[in-house]
């Protein structure tokens, strides 16, 4: 099915411990971002990109890394877990300037202890 | 001051009973908005996008007023399914494309 593909679903980190949080799309969407939402917070915007080659920082970007080497792919890593990083993470992608609405991956639901 | 505000609720209303959310925000570059749903433990979906004109999908209808700042969303004749958590979206181009989300209004239906 076409869409935004995050994996893994569930993940349990241990502080410190380095992980990548996978999104994929199918639909030749150029711009791709990562969201955190938190209880009481609404979603909060990670990181972005909007093409290839090109990403840009967003809210909180402290404590994450990304990359876009492909249209496709716009993975997220945490370099060294903090229990302030427990939180859901979503994965979101539209066309350029949002035309068309953006559409979201199922999500990844992280602890870190 | 949040850039989109809506009222958290909980809104708790009988079946039948029409229910209207509203949001204000505050960037006025903003350029396109939207209303989403959100169910429990899943990602929000795009229940519609609002236009100055207003618009409206069945029992839904948006109104955007781009000189106050101001969007709202109208639900009529709501149904259990009905039930879920709307966010109001604020798309902004202008420098950075991103989206901003208020932090959601908690609907429940009650049979």
């Known amino acids: 099915n076409a869409g935004v593909t995050q994996t893994p679903k569930f993940q349990v980190l241990k502080t410190g411990q380095s992980m990548t949080l996978q999104c994929a799309q199918d639909?030749?969407?150029?711009?791709m971002s990562w969201y955190r939402q938190d209880p009481g917070m609404g979603l909060r915007l990670i990181h972005y990109?909007?093409?290839?080659?090109?990403?840009d920082q967003g809210e909180v970007p402290n404590g994450y890394n990304v990359s876009r080497s492909t249209t496709e792919d716009f993975p997220l890593r945490l370099l060294s877990a903090a229990p302030s990083q427990t939180s859901v993470y979503f994965c979101?992608?539209?066309?350029?300037?949002?035309?068309?609405?953006?559409?979201f991956g199922s999500g990844t639901r992280l602890t870190v202890v | 001051r949040k850039e989109v505000e809506q009222d958290p609720g909980p809104f708790n209303v009988p079946e039948g009973a029409t229910v209207a959310f509203n949001c204000t925000y505050s960037n006025s570059a903003s350029q396109s908005f939207f209303w989403y749903r959100q169910d429990c433990r899943k990602e929000p979906k795009l229940l519609m996008s609002v236009y100055s004109s207003g618009n409206e999908d069945g029992r839904f209808t948006a109104q955007l007023n781009r000189a106050s700042q101001y969007i709202s969303l109208l639900i009529r004749d709501s149904k259990l399914s009905d039930s879920a958590t709307y966010l109001c979206?604020?798309?902004?181009?202008?420098?950075?494309?991103?989206?901003?989300f208020g932090q959601g209004t908690r609907l429940t239906i009650n049979p």
């Open positions: 639909m030749n969407h150029e711009y």
């Open positions: 990109s909007v093409g290839a080659g090109i990403t």
């Open positions: 979101a992608s539209s066309l350029q300037g949002g035309k068309g609405g953006y559409t």
């Open positions: 979206v604020v798309n902004q181009i202008q420098g950075a494309q991103k989206l901003v």
